[in-house]
């Protein structure tokens, strides 16, 4: 497996944190592993859109896709992934309610 630097392993956290449903998928799979059509369902999204985030994910290296017969299965690709999200998910951020980004969910 090939080594990548500090800044393009934040690069691609931040990338994949930068899409709310990307967010929602890996917070949902912090919980358990999961099925395309369940993150969909659960989700509120097509199938479609759900295959292309998870694909999203793959590509920065925070999923594992795991056949299973017919099915894949969904799973964060280290359990590391899940404390960096519940860390970030524990800070304390100092925002001016003036100054809120652009589609920014509160």
């Known amino acids: ?9 934040l690069a691609r956290f931040g990338y994949a944190l ?3 449903t990307r967010a929602q998928i890996l917070m949902t799979l912090v919980e358990t592993p999961s099925y395309p059509s369940e993150l969909a ?13 998870l694909a999203c994910l793959r590509d920065c290296g925070l999923v594992l ?13 280290d ?3 899940s404390h960096a999200l519940e860390d970030l998910l524990s800070l304390a951020l100092a ?11 509160h």
């Not at 497996?1 to 392993?9: D, N, Q, R, S």
């Not at 925002?95 to 969910?105: G, I, S, T």
């Open 41 to 53: 369902e659960q989700l509120a999204v097509s199938r479609q859109s759900i295959s292309n985030h």
């Open 18 to 20: 930068s899409d709310a």
């Open 65 to 77: 896709a795991i056949p299973e017969g017919r099915r894949t299965r969904y799973e964060l690709a």
């Open 95 to 105: 925002v001016d309610p003036e100054h809120q980004p652009l589609h920014a969910e």
């Open 79 to 81: 359990d590391k992934i």
């Open 1 to 9: 497996m090939e080594k990548i630097t500090k800044g393009a392993v």
